[in-house]
């Protein structure tokens, strides 16, 4: 995985900000096609997509408050991996 060659697309705090909206539906098709791009580039990313769903799933709706710290914490310790890596 090159982060390098991502430069000119939407990086991974943006990609999680983009998570409601995306799984609402609400996106512009650009910022829909940026967010699924870097979702096949990141594999931090789709891994917090999964657990939104999964969190949706239990609650029955998006609550982005909703999303434990865990969740973040844990998206966090994915990102620490791939740097040392
Ligand atoms: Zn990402």
Do not use: N
Not at 33 to 48: I, P, S
């Amino acid at each position: 995985m090159k982060l390098t060659t991502l430069r000119r697309d939407i990086v991974c705090q943006q990609a999680v900000e983009l998570v409601t909206d995306y799984l609402e539906g609400t996106l512009s098709r650009r910022d829909t096609r940026r967010f699924e791009a870097h979702l096949e580039a990141c594999d931090g990313c789709e891994e917090y997509l999964r657990q939104v769903r999964a969190t949706i799933r239990v609650l029955g709706r998006i609550q982005p408050e909703d999303l434990a710290p865990e969740t973040r914490q844990g998206l966090m310790e994915l990102y620490r991996q791939f740097r040392e890596d």
